[in-house]
């Protein structure tokens, strides 16, 4: 982008932007300036999307990318049971129609931060003869339990989850809504033990959270619940390889007392998302009891790959 059209969008951008009360210096400045509650620690999360590996521009539009680049860190504040309340934006644009994309990709990135009524107030913008780059960083504070951890997970909880799993590929990936407000309402009425995003997969999520707690779990295959688009998957994977390994479901698997579990399972709170149990957090190991028989549970998932 060259500088004339870097000046015109920085321009353009602040007219986008809406205006929040405990954001009394937006983009324009060296910095942003964003009041924060008194009482609260400052939650932080960073995410960086690529075209080719995250995403296929050609295929899902600026603004879907956008919005994902967004709901991509929400879900991250969204697994703290968190507030979101800023953002910062880094964009490396291609060359040629680099002004035009960053207008749209501004466009999905403002509708998802509107939703959960989280600023954008500032970051950077560069442009290279490469593929477009996304990296935004998030911040928000605990709701009022505290932030919900992955390594506080105790032999015996049951093991959670909401939505349905698998086959995101086909659309949720892009299109997801991050589960803040279910997260809020969740640690509201129970007290929960750990929760983590299934970003990458269940198995190797549930495998990261279970490392950081130093204890194991068993699931259920009978009881996870599978996507519709699971069963639409033209592969050799079955529909349950799908559900425990694909990854992008960005749903929250938590970890509660088995006996609050069961008034969470009756009541079923969350509008419209049905939580399901599907495991029980043990003192090692991971397994997978399925047809009467237990196997093991690997640690099925996405994982970046550099040397």
Same mark, same amino acid.
């Given at each position: ?41 400052? %939650?932080?999360?960073?995410?960086? =999307?690529?075209? @080719?590996?995250?995403?296929? *521009?050609?295929?899902?539009? /600026? #603004? ?127 007290? %929960?033990?750990?929760?983590?995003? =299934?970003?990458? @997969?269940?198995?190797?999520? *549930?495998?990261?959270?279970? /490392? #950081? ?95």
């Amino acid at each position: 982008m060259g500088n004339k059209a870097e000046l015109e969008f920085i321009s353009w951008l602040r007219t986008q932007a809406t205006p929040k009360n405990w954001v009394p210096v937006g983009p324009g400045d060296d910095t942003a300036v964003v009041n924060w509650p008194n009482d609260k620690p400052c %939650l932080v999360t960073s995410d960086m =999307l690529l075209e @080719g590996s995250c995403f296929i *521009l050609a295929e899902a539009g /600026a #603004e879907r990318i956008g919005r994902k680049a967004m709901n991509v860190n929400l879900s991250d504040i969204a697994a703290m049971a968190g507030i979101p309340r800023a953002a910062l934006v880094s964009l490396a644009l291609p060359r040629n129609g680099g002004k035009q994309l960053a207008q749209q990709l501004f466009n999905g990135l403002k509708q998802a931060a509107d939703i959960f009524d989280t600023a954008i107030v500032g970051g950077d913008t560069n442009s290279w003869n490469g593929p477009l780059a996304i990296s935004i960083t998030l911040l928000g504070y605990p709701g009022p339990k505290g932030p919900i951890l992955r390594s506080t997970a105790k032999p015996g909880d049951a093991i959670l989850v909401t939505g349905q799993l698998g086959g995101s590929i086909l659309g949720k990936h892009l299109d997801f809504i991050p589960r803040i407000a279910e997260a809020q309402l969740l640690s509201q009425l129970a007290n %929960l033990n750990s929760m983590i995003d =299934l970003s990458d @997969g269940l198995a190797l999520d *549930l495998h990261r959270l279970c /490392a #950081e707690s130093k204890c194991g779990a068993t699931l259920f295959a009978d009881q996870i619940p599978i996507a519709d688009s699971a069963f639409q998957m033209k592969d050799d994977k079955t529909p349950l390889q799908h559900a425990l390994g694909d990854g992008e479901d960005f749903e929250l698997l938590f970890s509660l007392p088995a006996f609050e579990a069961q008034h969470l399972l009756k009541d079923q709170p969350l509008k419209g998302i049905r939580v399901t149990q599907i495991g029980e957090i043990t003192k090692d190991g991971f397994l997978m009891e399925e047809k009467g028989r237990k196997i093991p549970l690997e640690a099925l998932g996405y994982i970046h790959q550099f040397d």
